[in-house]
T-cell receptor, first 115, second 112 residues
Framework: DAGVTQSPTHLIKTRGQHVTLRCSPI?????VSWYQQVLGQGPQFIFQ???????GRGNFPDRFSARQFPNYSSELNVNALLLGDSALYLCASSLIGQAVGNTIYFGEGSWLTVV | DQQVKQNSPSLSVQEGRISILNCDYTNSMFDYFLWYKKYPAEGPTFLIS?????DKNEDGRFTVFLNKSAKHLSLHIVPSQPGDSAVYFC???????????FGQGTRLTINP
């Protein structure tokens, strides 16, 4: 079975531009979460979607948005990019909507560089 | 507000010896803890987890210990192997939440 797949793997954008990152969860998984990992730090929670509804949001500005599609894949959108948005964006999938007792699997991430 | 802390940015251990990675947390609502391993250019890989109703969980060479009163957990790897060289993250979650709160990571290097 395929794991969590993310695209693109690397991209470079200019300040002020918009970016869309995509994620396909493991087959059968209904929950998708997004994390941002800045160099030298641990991943930080951005969003969680379960059964196509937003179930949680981290401390990120409104420039960040996401959605989950009927096939449970997900997109993360970031508008008006800033240099500080340069990071590894990780998608995580799991069977159910809570972490306790549930294994959360991560994709390999999308490396975003804003210049 | 760093709710999960890994105070050692790096750790170097000789092959065959025990590696002990530590993690502290401040939020008493956390009741589920996980360890992830990350190689460069890859996403985090789940290693082992522990629920707050336990104080120890083992899986092969990996054992996680939880001390709730001290709000401290540790990951023991024994014996350490060169392939264990990676960045290790501890993460915590509260009941009903999907969100994982991660520490800053500890870079483990296993020396031959």
């Amino acid at each position: 079975d395929a794991g969590v797949t993310q695209s693109p793997t690397h991209l470079i954008k200019t300040r002020g531009q918009h970016v869309t990152l995509r994620c396909s969860p493991i087959s059968g998984h209904k929950s998708v979460s997004w994390y941002q990992q800045v160099l030298g730090q641990g991943p930080q929670f951005i969003f969680q979607y379960y059964e196509k509804e937003e179930r949680g949001r981290g401390n990120f500005p409104d420039r960040f948005s996401a959605r989950q599609f009927p096939n449970y894949s997900s997109e993360l959108n970031v508008n008006a990019l800033l240099l500080g948005d340069s990071a590894l964006y990780l998608c995580a999938s799991s069977l159910i909507g809570q972490a306790v007792g549930n294994t959360i699997y991560f994709g390999e991430g999308s490396w975003l560089t804003v210049v | 507000d760093q709710q999960v802390k890994q105070n050692s940015p790096s750790l170097s251990v000789q092959e065959g010896r025990i590696s002990i990675l530590n993690c502290d947390y401040t939020n008493s609502m956390f009741d589920y803890f996980l360890w992830y391993k990350k190689y460069p250019a890859e996403g985090p890989t789940f290693l082992i987890s522990i629920s707050s109703i336990k104080d120890k969980n083992e899986d092969g060479r990996f054992t996680v210990f939880l001390n709730k009163s001290a709000k401290h957990l540790s990951l023991h790897i024994v014996p350490s192997q060169p392939g264990d060289s990676a960045v290790y993250f501890c993460a915590a979650s509260a009941e009903g939440a999907q969100k994982l709160v991660f520490g800053q990571g500890t870079r483990l290097t296993i020396n031959p």
